[in-house]
């Protein structure tokens, strides 16, 4: 049996520390690969970010005071300092000094915050620091400032952010900054990351068992892109290169059931690219390792879901993954699997004979705002607020929060996909909720 991905990798990463080679590089669990990859593949370099947006009234935020709670994050938590590179072939992440940016961005004229903020974003730039603040102030909506709280995907998953959010309003509220932080408490984090990466990397090597990825083999083997290319010149001059539609429907008791928004998903496949497609689409999952320590990173896995939409050219057992009940079952049985890293995932299904490069056609993620504290600034709490028209990591992305309602949103890449077929297929994603999945 040949050796997996992952401890491919593990034993490039371990040989950095011999021969003289600086040990202070600290390895990449599965998911930040990915993202690692994914930002070499695009053609400006430009990493996958993470942005949260919070309005305040104006002139609540104090940014030197805000500039310094954030870089005592930063000190503190290797992942908000460290900076991906690649050393002898080998993605890695370099420690750095904890250094937080805050960037006071201004209005045009007609300009909105929205339109400053997008614009910030849009000229990201790929060398810097993981995590980076913008106050956007003016427009008409002068009675209020907004803040972004920006990462690199590679620095942050879900359970990070409601994390970040909690302890950057208490390093505020008590005028902390990098000073505050020990050497000894910064090193102990920084083990205890070190630690954490590793368990993770053990826990993905077991995952990529070959009955895994016979699994992933198999399940995949009918997948491929369904999603054109760009096409150069399809967004017309000034307009945003994202188009962007949103609904509110009632939130059922506990929350939708995550096999319904994967229907969901298939009927918006189907709408996209047409019966007979089995197109990959991509939903973050997993937490950490057991035993780990509670450290801030990258730790969710990206599940490829096969969204076959129909009857049509592809394996009998594709054809069973159309009806809800026996998508709900082959979810259940996916998780069991949810372990195994991406680039496994892709080269299992490669090998299987599926005509996919790796590529996902969309993105599901689903978040629930009742878990996530409200920023709060000198005793002002923040409202969190969307900012559409952004760029996008895949073709079409859906988002789902689940709160007090159930708020659909999709943004779709317009060099990819015309306006009119992805209203339709939002439709489509809405109109499947109304029929209930079983969990």
Known sequence: MSPSITSQYLARYRRLGTGGQPTDLLPL????????????????????????????????????RLR??????????????????????????????????????????????????????????????PMRLYLAQGGPAAGEEVLAVVLDHAACDGQSLARIVKELGTAYRDGRGP?????????????AYRETVLLQLDAEHRAAAPDALAYWGERLRAAGESAPLPRPGAVAAGALPTG????????????????????????????????????????????????????????????????????????PEATSEVTPDATAEAWWDDLDRADTPFDEVVHAARS??????????????????????????GGVEGREVHVDGRRIPAPFAFSVTQGPGLRLRMAWDRAVLDDRTAEEAFAAFRGALSSPVPA
């Open 244 to 315: 962007a539609a949103e609904a509110l429907l009632p939130c059922p008791d506990g929350g939708a059931p995550f096999p319904s928004l994967l229907v969901a998903c298939r009927a918006a496949a189907g709408a996209l690219f047409g019966a007979g497609a089995v197109s990959p689409l991509g939903y973050p999952w997993g937490g950490r390792p057991a035993g780990a320590p509670p450290v801030l990173g990258c730790f969710l896995n990206t599940v490829v879901f096969p969204a076959a939409t129909g009857a049509g050219p592809f394996p």
């Open 179 to 191: 000073a505050d932080v020990s050497t000894s408490a910064a090193t102990t984090e920084l083990a």
């Open 68 to 129: 310094a709670a954030a870089c005592h994050l930063a000190a503190l938590h290797p992942a908000l300092r460290a900076r991906p590179g690649v050393v002898r072939g080998t993605p890695v992440l370099r420690p750095a000094a904890p250094d937080v940016p805050l960037e006071l961005l201004g209005c045009g004229p007609g300009e909105d915050v929205h339109t400053a903020l997008r614009r910030a974003l849009a000229a990201w730039a790929a060398e810097g620091p």
């Open 352 to 377: 299987a004979g599926a005509p996919w490069s790796g590529r996902l056609d969309g993105m599901l993620t689903v978040d629930d705002v009742r878990r996530r504290p409200p920023l709060c600034l």
């Open 29 to 64: 669990t599965g998911a930040q690969r990915r993202f690692v990859l994914a930002r070499s593949l695009d053609a400006a370099g430009r990493p996958d970010v993470v942005p949260m947006f919070f309005a305040f009234p104006r002139g609540t935020v104090d940014t030197a």
